[in-house]
């Protein structure tokens, strides 16, 4: 029998944000309270997939409005990327959506992402700056992000502006990245035949300063959904 899906979890997890950037001492207890089984473990019922940044400024359980441990499966790494040749993200989303049954992806990019600052100074160097950066493991990570960065039109001052522009664009690269991968097309499969709920894959931006979570409304779900 499929997974039933949920339909206030996307609003849920908004509106616990909303609560947590007005009073962030108002969820600080929750997680004191947690559910756990016969052996004192917490259970893995998780309803969201968080793709998110490693930045240690965005903790997926505490802007979420105070989520519990088992709520939200998470992937994260520098500047949230997709790979399409990366085991290590394609694993967790195997995972989430063949066996934790989870029906809601969430890409989430934030502001001030010092991967993404990376990228766009990848692909616009200072006119001073001649000689080549070396290659570093961090550059070519963020090669897929330069490369996107270039094909947006040419940034005007001010940066924060322009920056704020690629963070969004890099969310809606990985939502089309996920919706590429065989995971996600095998399981809108299932869902054509009944087989599954349908899966979404969500595009979101934190913002540092006002702690907020906003929608970027790229949702995508299975033709016909």
């Known amino acids: 029998m499929p997974a039933q899906r949920k339909d206030d979890t ?32 917490p259970p893995q019922h998780p309803c969201i997939l968080w793709i998110g940044c490693a930045d240690s400024r965005v903790p997926e359980s505490v802007i979420a409005g105070g989520s519990r441990p088992g709520e939200i499966f998470v992937h994260r790494n520098i500047a949230n990327q997709i790979h399409l040749d990366d085991d290590n993200a394609l694993s967790v989303l195997e995972y989430g959506v063949d066996h934790l049954d989870i029906l809601d992806v969430v890409v989430v990019g934030h502001t001030d992402c ?7 100074d990848a692909a616009f160097p200072p006119s001073c700056s001649s000689n080549p950066k070396p290659s570093t493991p961090i550059s070519r990570w963020i090669k897929a992000l330069t490369k996107l960065a270039k094909s947006l039109p040419t940034p005007l001052p001010p940066r924060d502006r322009a920056l704020l522009r690629l963070v969004e664009a890099n969310v809606k690269a990985q939502v089309t990245n996920l919706a590429s991968t065989d995971i996600i097309k095998e399981a809108w499969k299932k869902y054509k035949t009944g087989e599954k709920c349908a899966v979404y894959i969500h595009g979101w931006v934190y913002d540092l300063e006002t702690r907020k979570i906003r929608d970027l409304r790229i949702t995508r779900g299975p033709p016909g959904a």
């Open 10 to 41: 996307i609003r849920r997890i908004l509106d616990g944000n909303a609560r947590w950037a007005a009073n962030p001492a108002s969820v600080t207890n929750l997680n004191a309270t947690w559910e756990v089984d016969a052996f004192g473990v």
């Open 114 to 120: 010092g991967g993404v600052a990376a990228a766009f």
